[in-house]
């Protein structure tokens, strides 16, 4: 089982949809989690971390579970501007107790006029 | 303020010949990181430094070399490159990542090619 994992998609929703992703990891001990975006051909940017109570920023909502060790990135009323790869990362102790990140493949969403 | 950017954009090179990859933040920022992304492998990390003088390896550093003699550079090094290094690097930076995250701003990527 990969340490983090996500449906690549791609997700195609029309404007103002509403669009959920899901991303798994293996690590019960996980510290920390994170949603990046990245546009084609450019850098990551971070989006927004995930808090335990769940947070939201705008259209964006995201939830940790970690009981089934899964957190979720809620999109609402989507944009165009929205298209983008989705990148789940997850913040683990290594062996040496060093943090490290662990990054998804992401999951490509499409948003059509 | 640049944030962090990478020279060369783009770049191809013949299997054996050596290159540097260039990072400059200008955040003061303590961190800084090197990655590379490839299709189905995700980013994954190859050198990092915690800050001037000192650095250390991360999940896939064989084949490269990291300098840090500068609080805002951080110098990648292929000695002699392979196919395999074809990817797309990114060099990012934050502040100390000990207990609490500090997100990493990343640099806009250099596409290496290698034949």
């Known amino acids: 089982r990969k340490e983090v994992e996500q449906d690549p998609g791609p997700f195609n929703v029309p404007e103002g949809a509403t669009v959920a992703f899901n991303c798994t990891y293996s690590?019960?001990?996980?510290?920390?989690f994170f949603w990046y975006r990245q546009d084609c051909r450019k850098e990551p940017k971070l989006l927004m971390s995930v808090y335990s109570s769940g947070n939201e920023d705008g259209r964006f909502t995201a939830q940790l579970n970690r009981a089934s060790q899964y957190i979720s990135l809620l999109i609402r009323d989507s944009k165009l501007s929205d298209s983008a790869t989705y990148l789940c990362?997850?913040?683990?102790?290594?062996?040496?107790?060093?943090?490290?990140?662990?990054w998804g493949l992401g999951t490509s969403l499409a948003v059509n006029p | 303020n640049a944030g962090v950017t990478q020279t060369p954009k783009f770049r191809v090179l013949k299997t054996g010949q050596s290159m540097t990859l260039l990072c400059a933040q200008d955040?003061?920022?303590?961190?800084m990181y090197w990655y590379r992304q490839d299709p189905g492998m995700g980013l994954r990390l190859i050198h990092y430094s915690v800050g001037e003088g000192t650095t250390a390896k991360g999940e896939v550093p064989d084949g490269y070399n990291v300098s840090r003699l500068k609080k805002q550079n951080f110098l990648l090094g292929l000695e002699s490159a392979a196919p395999s290094q074809t990817s797309v690097y990114f060099c990012?930076?934050?502040?100390?990542?000990?207990?609490?995250?500090?997100?990493?701003?990343f640099g806009p990527g250099t596409r290496l090619t290698v034949l």
């Open positions: 690590n019960s001990a996980s510290q920390s």
């Open positions: 990362v997850v913040r683990d102790l290594n062996a040496g107790n060093n943090r490290k990140l662990i």
């Open positions: 955040m003061n920022h303590e961190y």
């Open positions: 990012a930076s934050s502040y100390p990542d000990r207990r609490f995250y500090n997100e990493q701003f």
